[in-house]
């Protein structure tokens, strides 16, 4: 099972001599699609976590009405083929989208900005946090929560001080598993915000485009691109963490992907 | 003066930002970039490798009226390893050979099925093993050889250098492959649109064109 | 000097728990069944369970009042609760455990609960002990009115139990605040509070003295629960005054207490003194009536008159508060228990001292004579 | 948060009369398309929970060696964009792959066959099943495998007596995300697999090629897929679970995506 | 008959489990502070956790050996494990639970424990006294060679737990099979082992008889484990073959044990006989040297004589096994036992029945006088 799934990869990194990785980095797309890549990815990640947590948060309360319904809503981005979120994002975010022509009268216009690929990434991107925060927030102790509450901190200190640091593991690793998506998001992309080069032109927009003109730096690309997101995978695994399930789990309530 | 937007399809990739370096280029499949303006992408000129998604624009009056700005050829190509050993159109014809085209409906995959037609060779279509949705996908998989041939603009064929074979296909086969411009219905910024279709029109953007492996068109342009 | 009120109904998964209790500084502890409703009730008065209907007051502050919809979260209530587990964080250290509650200057309370030398430790690494200390101190910090405490024991193991027992105690004499103690455990109850309230499925059994508990159990579950015997029987008036109360097939036994019907006879097993039937010359109590003599651990109790109209396999003397009940019955086992022996008979269980156990001479499968005063026993109507 | 993940697939539905849903079903295209979607996905469903639950079993016991690592492969299919993960496959099973050559000795050729196209969605899919399995297995109680073995029974009878039933609730939803997953998957198929009606052009392909031809008809054929996704994963929020810990989670060890 | 020898080697996450012992059919417990390795013992035995070195045989079955590298796997090993939470299968009835063992027919062993009833019951709507039964029917169900119990009392409320008490001592006399108990709860224990032994970070550190534990304990931790009192003082040779202790702060104490140098004073609090300084007409024992009077609460013993050299807050009577040491202490709290008082003073805690307490009229903050022969005492070298 372990080998299929690593043979595609590892076939990847043998076509790519390795002085080819560092060479890659002095082709000017390559590098502008990096530059981009990091920074959208970057701004995405940090809406993620920001609106993510809390509604995270919420959803993990039993009480939270329609509940069932609600996890499957967020779940749902993470099986549509990229490229009908796109078509999607177009259809609410576009011209003639449901938001579109209201944004348009407060002169915003969000396909093919640089904002448009936040919003792809969000989009592709957050239901893998969202859905781990979820987990990492179930495992909190119920009581560890009530206990704050009596000892006299409100809901907002009571998450800040017991349930976020207590979560924090399984946060971590949702971080870095939407990071990691975020950072290979393809169809979304390119069907809601095109491949700008410098703009919208991410690493695997580069990648693609690259097809077409020289292959060996698309597969150069690949790799960088599987490197760092393995990288990262591999960074949450190494945080403390404080559940009290002594789960051996590398997330602290048994998260998943 | 503000920026333009243009939507070209991809095999223009090299060559229009050589001809003007000002635009913002998003180059992707025709087809996409056809949907993308349908979906209200804020384009200020679409750039195809056809005719059909600018005049269907146009008909639904989602652009002006389209201009060709070049021409093209197909080309079969094969692996450099050349596998199925395959040296002219005509060896197609032999059975178990993997043959990649793009599907009837994007613009590769109808000129490749015009000329098998020309050529009387539409038999050959049973050896397709898959119809792509652009020509890259077409590229990718000769130039990897996991393909034994495959139908391409022999402009993009040119981009993957050593690793595939070109063989020439009869001119009196070859179809009218026709790029156009279109401007998009409602641009903010018109002149800056004309200008670039005057640019891509003129001697020295026809002249690039050309250097790119494209044909040129006579100055009207229009039909 | 506060007082906690309340009179709720907080539906319950299987019930609803129904409770009124008005807890004056000291503590009242609440024992019962598990799943009898006591966290629950806790958990109402901290705010984190919502009882439907009903008033919570403290003094004169208004938690809970469905009346006026009016329901204070818990932080605005000023309690300091005590979970089963202790609930500390467990990415906090002692310290910052005990801070989380603020307010007071929180040195002194390490200190006094001693824990300033583990004031960096984190719960983990804590005793069981230890940890009960760090989650009365937090529960402390913020200077509560009312004090709740849910099973604070049930996580120690026996061995610190009794130490941490008699701390708690203290504390609580000092601290003088209306507390309310939960409990499994009767003796904990009865170390720890001056009135102890039995809660059986949401409702409250009896609320009375450890003592009066013990002397005047409402119901057989209360009397079990104090670890009573319950003899099974039918009863009917006897001759002078005396109740006679028919076992299921193991005799009659007489009662000072009086009532009729089905019933079961409470008995504690330190009323019962163990005797058996052996010749020993050293000291025989002879008689001139033919029942055997008997070696018995209680000296003091002495002449032996066969009544009339008793069983066979029943022995009484005397008569009215003197007399004595008289169960030939079979050892089913020993436990000492410190330097007492607890001895498990297939009707009841009695307690005697090691001494007497040891000179008697117990062993299990033998037949042994348990005696009880008529006095000490007392009839409950059977339940159900 | 929740709504702007619900936007852009409400902005879909909307645009498609629900008449036209159920006309889609007399288009031949989407019909075809739809059987081996369901087919293949069936296929790749099957093979993923055979090889992926003792997988996960494995790897969800603490003494597996280099745990960390293997949980990081685990992850990273997901995080490629479906491109890389095509050339990917290509570069292993390819004519020219690592294995390929070796598999046409036996006269076998994956690419461009509806194999090909098990093989995509398996890779694509396979890690969110095995992550969710993972997190199901650390959740049983070790106590419980314990007891299983000092009753006598063996490590296979313990797997399928006590951690399998005990894991049920955890797989069942892995399955479900995968199976949607994997019949979302588009990019990864179309590199490796091609697109060839009837033999490898799945629901999502279908889709791609519908663009330019009816663009409505893709809305169309996407409204379906979500639709179906949607009631899948919906459908694993309902069943009984025996796990200890009370968690309130539809999965029983608050398992994420 | 079958027996159970281990001698092994276990690395612990603090320390080794070093430990060597042979089982007879009978029970064995072994009683420890929690982390002491009481249960990494049995999952060795049971073989869920791999001893390094070491050897554990059933009769003549090797179970492991690690000179010879072989090391049975649990399900070839013949043992029924009952874990500290009884570890049911959740998703299985009782039956199935019961029936997962095999082998033997298992409806008489529902019969046998009173499950018959509740066959198609799953373990989460079980009380504790129920789970226990279970997992007690489960282990058996192979009829094992040899029985593991870890701590099967703790998970029970103190009320049911007399009663299983009870019942599983008469089981394991029953089965006769070699039967490893591991409990945290001393009284547990004596009741229901012959022998005992005391682990303390993965040592044995005593293996007797109950009795043998409480009068002849080992060391300090032996000794408090088994509920007496320690106090801390220095001992030197005194006359008359009595050895003096001076205790931290609090005087003199004459113990017949003979011992020197730093030592821990052990006395039970049942040993401990409570007198305080009051006039009462009805029972003097007046004297003539000046010393205060006493009520006791032990008529038994009698003449009081001042001893020479003996501090002024401490009071000697008498001379050898005799000799009584009087300490006057305030009692800190008192807590009602069953029929019997704790009360807890600021240097020991002493035993009293209720009866007694009462008659002297105990109150906490009062001085009393707490009394003990110097032959009811034993020195123990301090540790540390
Ligand atoms: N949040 C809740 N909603 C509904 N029912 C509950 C809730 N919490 C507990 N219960 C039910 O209420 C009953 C009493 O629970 P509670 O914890 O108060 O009992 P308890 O007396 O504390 O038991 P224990 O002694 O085992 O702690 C139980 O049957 C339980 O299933
Ligand atoms: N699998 C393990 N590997 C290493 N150390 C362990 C393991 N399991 C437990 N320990 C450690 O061994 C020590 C003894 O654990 P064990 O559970 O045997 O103690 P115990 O006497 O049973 O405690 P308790 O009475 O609380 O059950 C503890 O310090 C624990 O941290
Ligand atoms: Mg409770
Ligand atoms: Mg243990």
């Not at chain 1, 097809?211 to 997101?229: G, W």
């Not at chain 2, 179809?175 to 411009?181: F, G, S, T």
């Not at chain 2, 649109?193 to 009207?220: I, P, T």
Request: proline share 6%; aromatic share 6%.
């Amino acid at each position: 099972m372990l080998f299929f799934l690593l043979l595609p990869l590892l076939a990847i990194f043998l076509r790519v001599p390795p002085g080819r990785l560092f060479g890659a980095l002095g082709n000017g797309v390559v590098v502008d699609a990096l530059v981009l890549s990091a920074k959208t990815t970057a701004i995405a990640q940090g809406l993620i976590v920001l609106a993510g947590t809390p509604a995270a948060y919420l959803l993990a309360s039993p009480r939270f009405p329609a509940r069932r319904l609600a996890l499957t809503l967020v779940e749902l981005p993470l099986v549509l083929p990229p490229a009908v979120a796109g078509i999607g994002l177009l259809a609410a975010f576009g011209r003639f989208g449901l938001l579109g022509s209201s944004l348009r009268e407060f002169g915003i216009e969000i396909p093919f900005t640089t904002a448009a690929v936040v919003l792809a990434v969000v989009f592709v991107a957050s239901p893998l946090y969202v859905r781990q925060a979820i987990a990492a927030f179930e495992a909190v102790d119920p009581n560890l929560v009530d206990a704050a509450r009596t000892l006299g901190a409100g809901r907002a200190r009571t998450f800040l001080r017991v349930a976020l640091p207590l979560a924090s593991g399984g946060l971590g690793a949702g971080a870095a598993l939407s990071f990691a998506r975020g950072l290979g998001e393809f169809g979304a992309t390119i069907m809601f915000a095109g491949s700008l080069r410098g703009v919208t032109q991410t690493l695997p927009l580069a990648i693609y485009a690259e097809f077409e003109h020289d292959f060996d730096v698309a597969l150069t690309i690949s790799a960088l691109l599987i490197a760092i997101s393995a990288a990262i995978l591999a960074a949450t695994k190494l945080r403390p963490r404080w559940t009290r399930s002594g789960s051996t789990s590398p997330f602290p309530s048994g998260l998943s992907t | 003066r503000a920026q333009i937007t243009v939507l070209a399809a991809a095999s223009l990739a090299d060559v229009l930002p050589k001809i003007d370096s000002r635009p913002r280029y998003s180059f992707a499949g025709s087809d996409q970039l056809a949907a993308q303006i349908q979906q209200g992408a804020p384009a200020d000129i679409f750039a195809a490798a056809s005719p059909k998604y600018p005049d269907d624009l146009y008909a639904r009056g989602l652009v002006e009226k389209p201009v060709t700005f070049a021409t093209n050829r197909l080309v079969l190509i094969v692996p450099s390893s050349n596998p199925a050993g395959i040296h002219s159109v005509f060896d197609l014809r032999r059975g178990g050979i993997k043959l990649v085209v793009g599907t009837p409906t994007v613009p590769i995959g109808s000129y490749t099925r015009q000329i098998l037609r020309n050529l009387g060779l539409t038999g050959v279509l049973s050896n397709v093993v898959s119809q792509e949705t652009d020509v890259r996908s077409i590229l990718a998989k000769v130039a990897l050889g996991e393909a034994d041939a495959g139908f391409v603009y022999v402009t993009d064929a040119r981009t993957v250098g050593t690793k595939i074979v070109q063989i020439k296909l009869p001119a009196w086969a070859q179809p009218k492959v026709r790029y156009e411009l279109a401007i998009v219905k409602g641009t903010k910024n018109r002149a800056a649109a004309l200008a670039f279709v005057s640019r891509v029109l003129g001697k020295r953007g026809q002249a690039l064109l050309r250097s790119a492996g494209f044909g040129s068109v006579d100055q009207s342009g229009q039909r | 000097m506060d007082t906690l009120r309340l009179d709720i109904t907080l539906p319950l998964r299987s019930f609803d728990l129904e409770l009124a209790l008005e807890v004056e500084p000291g503590t009242l502890a609440l024992v019962g069944p598990s799943g009898a409703g006591k966290s629950s009730v806790l958990r109402a008065v901290a705010g984190l369970a919502r009882a439907t209907t009903g008033r919570i007051t403290c003094s004169d502050e208004v938690w809970l009042d469905s009346g006026t919809r009016s329901h204070l979260p818990p932080e605005r209530r000023s309690v300091g609760l005590v979970f089963q587990d202790y609930a500390l964080f467990p990415h906090l250290s002692v310290e910052d455990n005990v801070a989380f509650g603020g307010r007071r200057p929180r040195h002194d309370l390490l200190e006094r609960f001693g824990l300033a030398r583990l004031a960096r430790a984190r719960p983990a690494t804590l005793s069981g002990g230890e940890r009960q200390r760090v989650a009365l101190a937090r529960a402390l910090a913020r200077g509560p009115k009312v004090l709740l405490l849910d099973e604070p024991m049930s996580a120690l193991d026996p061995h610190t139990r009794g130490e941490t027992r008699a701390e708690l105690h203290r504390l609580l004499a000092e601290l003088a605040l209306p507390t309310l103690l939960v409990t499994h455990d009767f003796e904990d109850a009865t170390a720890l509070a001056e009135r102890v309230g039995v809660i059986v499925d949401g409702r409250l059994r009896q609320l009375a003295a450890p003592a009066e508990l013990v002397a005047a159990p409402a119901d057989t579950y209360v009397a079990s629960f104090a670890g009573g015997n319950l003899l099974r029987g039918n009863a009917r008036k006897g001759q002078a005054g005396v109740t006679e109360v028919e076992l299921e097939g193991a005799g009659i036994i007489l009662s000072a207490d009086e009532l009729e019907g089905p019933v079961s006879v409470l008995v504690y097993p330190w009323d019962v003194s163990l005797a058996r039937p052996a010749a020993n010359p050293s000291n025989i109590v002879s008689r001139a009536s033919g029942n055997p003599d008997f070696v018995r651990d209680r000296p003091e109790d002495a002449a032996l008159v066969r009544p009339e109209g008793a069983s066979s396999n029943t022995m009484l003397q005397g008569s009215g508060d003197s007399t004595l009940n008289h169960l030939p019955l079979r050892v089913l086992s020993l436990l000492p228990v410190g330097n007492r022996v607890r001895v498990r008979l297939d009707l009841l269980t009695a307690e005697v001292t090691a001494v007497s156990a040891q000179r008697l001479g117990l062993r299990e499968g033998e037949l042994v004579v348990a005696s009880f005063k008529a006095t000490g026993t007392r009839l409950l109507p059977a339940r159900g």
